[in-house]
């Protein structure tokens, strides 16, 4: 059923952008900007943030089968190799998402990029949604996609309530756990593209 397609790829999109990961560095560097005379109010930030994350996620959910077809890649390498990709991810984010080293210090100049992409919608989202355009339809991408974007912003807008409920400790552990999530959907990915390419 379309519905159930639509949860499982929100549910697989949001755990691969995983923002609970990126709340205690973005709130880290906003409450620096702040203090350091920048006037923006979280809301805003957030709000900003989304607009660019529901860009990009449109963006591959709508040209993913298309960046299949005309760069004549098989469905089953790209999940081969997105799965592999993904399973780095996991690993990377289990390891402290060693990437948001490199996040801006100026709130204007990060919100798209880095913290939209690739913090958010990195190489881990995109190949994630091109190798779901392989068994799903851009319909079901499209807003399996707008779902995950409004879980995400739900996430980020709860970012300082989430801090001081559970802790910047607590709040990356909770990024941590979707962090099983993504190796468990790149592996999937690996062994779906594996048995594909034997039937050939």
């Known amino acids: 059923m379309i519905i159930d397609n639509v949860l499982v790829i929100a ?15 973005i709130l880290s560097i906003f409450e620096e900007a702040t203090q350091g005379g920048e006037n923006m ?17 449109l963006i591959f959910s709508i040209i993913g089968r298309l960046i299949l077809e ?12 997105g799965g592999i990709l993904l399973v780095y991810l996991g690993i990377d984010t289990l390891g402290g998402f060693q990437q948001l080293k490199f996040l ?17 919608v990195g190489p881990g989202t995109m190949t994630a949604l091109v190798s779901l ?9 499209a ?10 912003y739900i996430v980020l807008l709860s970012g300082p ?35 594909e390419a034997k039937l050939i």
């Open 70 to 81: 005309f760069l004549g890649i098989e469905p089953y390498s790209l999940e081969i190799g």
């Open 104 to 120: 801006s210090k100026r709130l204007e100049e990060a919100v798209v990029t880095p913290i939209a992409t690739p913090l958010i």
């Open 143 to 152: 807003i399996g996609s707008l779902f995950a974007a409004l879980l995400t």
């Open 41 to 57: 109010k979280w809301n805003y930030l957030v709000n900003k943030i989304e607009i660019a994350v529901v860009v990009l996620l």
């Open 133 to 141: 355009s392989v068994q799903n339809s851009v319909l079901e991408l």
């Open 11 to 25: 549910i697989k999109v949001f755990a691969v952008m995983d923002p609970f990961s990126i709340i205690p560095y």
């Open 161 to 195: 309530i989430l801090i001081r409920i559970l802790g910047r400790t607590g709040t990356v552990a909770a990024g941590r756990f979707t962090a099983i999530i993504i190796a468990a959907f790149g592996v999937q990915l690996i062994i779906q593209g594996i048995s």
